[in-house]
């Protein structure tokens, strides 16, 4: 086994130079670790870069001490799927949350406060694990594809996700907080992009796949508060609010839990779990017009601000005049499926339900094109594991 230590110092804050520097290098040293490499990296890309350099050069098993945020992983994985690997082998990170969302550290070490968070013990846990007792698990990835069918042939896109693969208000607002990075380095960019699209509907058709190896797909019923199987084929009509799936995390920021039966789970099952919002099943909501989508908004956001207070979200029915309330029996308001994957089709007319995010990058789904994300394991022979 080899092992490397790689730190974006500019994820975040830009702390972790520093914290690698004082903390996390004499940390590996004094219990005795040789280190092949200390990379800090120095442009977009770079991740990927050094870990295929170090594929080619070695062909061992490779742990991978990660200072970054989620974006950089992502980079990792991405990079990885153009190695062909000779033999099968695994590559196993201890990660150091050093980005601004954090959010597989977070779901794997769900924090009990804010305290926690800002414990500088609380961010060495993956990498205390690795030195102590060795214990990781395997990381699930969403594979999607984006496709144009055109005169000369199918071109795809393909990228994978270590945590989220979206579309609608998510991917609108990734695409749009982006351009706001520079000037609001921290979390708060999400919460002024989500302002700008609350009352945009996305004109599409989803269809649901069934987990591998399984028949159904399964939806979460508030009222019996468990998990039904659907035998027949799920196949959505927008317009939607909201579609957002996730693998490996049960949040996306240290509060944000908006998929909350993830840990329920459990790590074994290879499943991605789809938190949707569709308007038109809002009871007094029956029309696209400017005036349902400002009113939608307000469900949208007190939905969605849900997921702030413990995954609350997904408890929330519609009662007959349209309030909300997390009792009761009627409508839920949220659309949790637990499946194996799911296909995108954009209406032509909305160029805004062709973006996908995932984890933070974005495609975009050529006109007349679809997006299909699946789950799967290995990436070219190569699996990928975390200290936990
Ligand atoms: N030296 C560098 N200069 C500019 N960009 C860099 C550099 N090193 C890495 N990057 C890029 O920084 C991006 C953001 O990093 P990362 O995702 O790890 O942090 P984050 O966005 O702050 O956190 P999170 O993904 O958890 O929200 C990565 O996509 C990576 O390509």
């Keep these: 086994m080899s092992l490397i230590v790689i730190y974006n110092p500019v994820c975040g804050h830009g702390t972790a130079k520093s914290l690698f520097e004082e903390k996390v290098i004499p940390l590996i040293k004094e219990q005795g670790k040789q280190i092949h490499g200390v990379f800090e990296t120095a442009h977009a890309g770079h991740s990927g870069e050094i870990v295929l350099d170090h594929l080619r050069s070695f062909s ?42 954090n959010a597989l550290y ?25 030195l102590s007792s060795n214990k990781s698990i395997p990381l699930t990835f969403a594979l999607t594809s984006v496709s144009s069918a055109d005169g000369e042939g199918v071109s795809t896109e393909t990228s994978i996700s270590v945590v989220v693969a979206s579309t609608s208000l998510h991917a609108s607002i990734l695409h749009d907080s982006e351009a706001l990075r520079e000037t609001i380095p921290g979390i708060d960019r999400f919460k002024i992009a989500a302002q700008q699209n609350i009352t945009r509907w996305y004109s599409a058709r989803a269809k649901l796949l069934p987990k591998p190896g399984f028949s159904s797909v399964e939806l979460y019923d508030p009222n019996e508060d468990r998990f039904i199987q659907l035998e027949h084929p799920v196949v959505l009509e927008g317009p939607f609010a909201y ?6 995390v049960d949040r996306l920021e240290s509060a944000f839990r908006i998929t909350p039966f993830h840990r ?75 499946c194996g994957g799911w296909e995108w089709s954009p209406e032509a007319s909305d160029p805004t339900a062709h973006l996908v995010c995932l984890d933070g990058a974005i495609l975009k789904i050529p006109p007349g094109g679809t997006a299909s994300c699946n789950t799967t394991r290995a990436v070219d022979g190569i699996e990928f594991l975390v200290f936990t």
């Design 243 to 248: 579609f957002l799936s996730t693998v490996n």
């Design 264 to 338: 329920a789970s459990g790590t074994v099952t290879q499943s991605l779990e789809v938190v949707i919002l569709r308007p038109l099943r809002h009871p007094n909501i029956n029309d696209p017009s400017d005036q349902s989508k400002t009113q939608f908004a307000a469900t949208s956001g007190f939905v969605l601000g849900g997921a702030y207070r413990d995954g609350a979200h997904v408890r929330m029915r519609y009662n007959e005049d349209g309030s909300i309330t997390e009792d009761g029996h009627g409508e839920s308001v949220i659309e949790y499926y637990r």
């Design 106 to 130: 977070y779901s794997l070490f769900p924090p009990t406060s804010q305290e926690d968070v800002n414990d500088s013990a609380y961010a060495l846990r993956s990498l205390t694990s690795f």
């Design 60 to 101: 061992q098993d490779l742990t991978i001490v990660l200072g970054s945020g989620d974006g950089t992983l992502h980079e990792i994985i991405n990079a990885v799927k153009s190695f062909s690997s000779s033999e099968p082998r695994e590559i196993t990170f201890a990660l150091v949350p050093c980005g601004t969302a």
